[in-house]
């Protein structure tokens, strides 16, 4: 295989492909992901999800105004008394959205309401709890406020003119759009959506609808793939099955490739089929194969089709979510062009029943985690945990992670667990 992406690859020392750490898989997936740069222009709703293609700079400051942050009454500071009640009279009133128009004057108060804008000449506001009014004269109490400017919000202390509020490779999430909104801003251009085409491959794999003679098998990777790159907020293509033959598996590769930004594959790539999948990509890309140091999950082909980044998952129905989940999730943000991409969170819990496990791979448990009356959180495996199993994903709300070098694990040991439930 004459490809750069190999030669590049063992030429470093560590560089084992039959024995992959899953760290150094997914950085070496990493050095070969070149993100969109392809953008649109979208409606501030629309843009949930996406991710910036610019910076956002704000054209105002936020807020606009110097404002009330209480309901109270809008004063001079100079004019309390510090050691009794002070006498203040009665002006008018600012609403939200209506401003008063005069200016406050020596002995003078202002009505006011959260958000109002403070008027010109007061640059105190009272909270209401501590005055009392009757219509004409305010009685304010003593020691109401201890400084000038107390219960005053500034103009632009949460945003000034000119200053960058979001950098472009921002994600946009609800926070996002509601500040983008506070600016004014309706639209904005974001990165094109993922295309990512995918199909399974397998004789045995048989759509929904019809009646599985035997040995056949209802295909559920496809099902599984779509709904994890619906998650991601990719655009799936679906190609189907594809026979496991060679005439068959090049043209779907051809035209994935001609279409997608990334190409999926769900089987294949274990020990006896991978030969050939290798020869057709050895000509239509470059690819990498790898056993990885992990459990599920071990086979995994990784490279480009034509110009599209291709992903060789196994066909085990866990061991294609876990691989999914542990390297393309990853590669696939950062191909959206996200500036900073979050690694699945991992925190510590309380393992209550024991695990058995052999060092010298990586493995993904699934598991259920739950939080104790104390606070602390507990988590056992959800049983049975063969790569076909698929239910034990199902049943899970995570991973218990157990690093390389871990042998049995003893109930009461504090292991890593990543949570499943909220995962992009
Ligand atoms: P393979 O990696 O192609 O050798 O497949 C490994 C195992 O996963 C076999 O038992 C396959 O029948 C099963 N498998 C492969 N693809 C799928 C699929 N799309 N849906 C469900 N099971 C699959
Ligand atoms: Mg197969």
Known sequence: ????????????????????????????????LTPLKATERVGVRAALGRVLAHDV???????????????????????LAPLRETRLTRIGEVFAGRPFTGVVGPAQAVRIFTGGVMPRGADTVVMQERAKDDGATVVIAQGAVTKQGQ?????????????????????LRPAEVGVLASLGIAEVDVFRKLRVAF??????????????????????????VHAMLTRLGCEPLDMGVIRDDPAALESAFTLAAANADAVITTGGVSVGEADHVKALLARLGEVVFWKIAMKPGRPLAYGRVGGAHFFGLPGNPVSAMVTFYQFVRDALLVLQGLREVPAIP?????????????PGRTEFQRARFSRDADGSYTVRTTGEQGSGIL???????????????????PAGAVVDVQPLDGLT
């Open 1 to 32: 295989m004459a490809d750069s992406m190999l030669r590049d690859l063992s030429c470093e020392d560590d560089y084992d492909p039959d024995s992959m750490p899953v760290d150094r898989a997914r950085e070496l997936i990493r050095r070969y």
């Open 57 to 79: 700079v704000s054209p105002a400051d936020i807020p606009a105004h110097d404002n009330s942050a209480m309901d109270g009454w809008a004063i001079r500071f100079a004019d």
């Open 151 to 171: 219960n005053r919000r500034a103009a632009g202390e949460d945003i000034r003119a000119g200053a960058t509020v979001f950098p472009r490779g921002q994600a």
């Open 199 to 224: 199909f399974s491959t397998g004789d045995e794999l048989m759509p929904l609808g019809t009646v599985l003679g035997e040995g056949q098998i209802y295909d559920s990777n496809r099902y599984t």
């Open 346 to 358: 991992t925190f510590k819990a309380t393992l209550t029943s024991p695990i058995r496990k052999a």
């Open 391 to 409: 239910t034990s994903m199902a049943y899970a709300n995570a991973f218990i992670v157990l690093g390389t070098d871990v042998g049995d694990v």
